[in-house]
């Protein structure tokens, strides 16, 4: 891909008015804390010397007081703070990174996934990620200044994201599109160089308030394989050997040293604000589910709704057609199959009519109800008691009951009142 070739913009003294303040922050992003580790792992072993003599045999008064001096240097290294001496002219000031500290520990991380030609930077604000969404169309119109108001160029918001301590990543990229239609990204490297020049980088400090500028690069199988070979600076080199055999996801997850409370604070706030972006995620899809759920229920009411009517009008639509029938036969003789349908008919007539069938059994299921309701009568005349919840359950179940039989009353006094309308029109 070519270089980048933006004109370099005049300078200006536009200021958004966002009214942003400065603190301090810890520097963000996977790439600064792995060059971070590599340029101590260069550091010169004249420290490591030092350090040495200092926890073991510094030589200050020559008599025991040195041994004591020694043991209070030892604590010193373990805590990762103060200031020690070798000699009376020589000092050495202790940090956590020093190989005695006993606050270390190995994590792991994700792997950067985003490669150099998606051309993704993110700039870190000093502010909460609603002011940052609020001004993101100025902070669009501002690059777009300081890019030179090129009409083939545009800046793209990737996204927005909330970090801890009150701190805003938003990511982007810029993207040309030239009058023949062919569109590209510039890489994240280009786009990175171009905002760090000075000119550009002390605009971006003062009229957008940028705390940090990252590039979103994932790391080379090169520079990959030469962080894991080498153990930082301060960590055990059988402690970092085990932590890459401990890897859970060696394709995904990559082992990061914490040295130190700070960075394990640092830590426990990330993991915080990616649990809570993950909750209020999670929050929004049961809203959604809720929602669809609602829906569904409200499409199957009227998908009964719609049933009940289709089953109405086909009821209409066979009366219809048994009147048009009628008429249209009207002045014919019964045919065969007319007198074949006649005799089950009355077949059928004879059975739902027959003692033993259905007409007899609601009959006798009718009595037996009003003997139960004569019954409970009786028991309730003569002094028995029945709990409240027995009685509405009792209650119920006869309601239901009743309902059912009323209902296959209804039923076969539609029929019947069918069957002898057919009867009736056959005998014409």
Partial sequence: MASFSFSKPTATTTSLGFGFGFGSATGLGLNSSINQLQQQQLQGSDNLTNLATCVSVPVIFGDERDALI??????????????????????????PENPFCRFKAVGYSCMPLSSNEDGLVSFIF??????????????????????????????????????PDDKTELIFYIMERQTTGISRRFTASDVYNFLHTPNILSQLTQQLLVHQIVPKVGLSNEQLNNYLENAPS??????????????????????????GFKELHQRIKHQAQQTHLHQTRLKVICDDLTELQVKHANMQAKSEQYKRKHRQLSHQILKAMVKQEVGRKMGYAIQADEEQLRVNLEAVHTELNAPTQFKGRLNEMMSQIRMQHQMLSNKCESGYEINDSLKTDIEQHLKHQQEGIQYLITIVRDDMEDLKIIEDELQK
């Fill in 234 to 259: 301060g960590i055990d080199p059988f402690l970092w050997q085990q932590a890459k055999l401990d890897n859970p996801e060696p394709d995904s997850l990559i082992p990061v040293p914490m040295v």
């Fill in 126 to 163: 000093n502010k909460k990620v609603d002011e940052i969404s609020h001004y993101q169309t100025q902070i669009i119109d501002t690059l777009s200044k300081l890019l030179g108001n090129k009409t083939t160029l545009s800046v793209c918001v990737d996204a927005v994201k909330p970090l």
């Fill in 70 to 95: 020694a043991k209070w240097n030892q604590i010193q290294a373990f805590w990762g703070r103060g200031k020690g001496y070798c000699s009376q002219s020589n000092t050495v000031t202790f940090t």
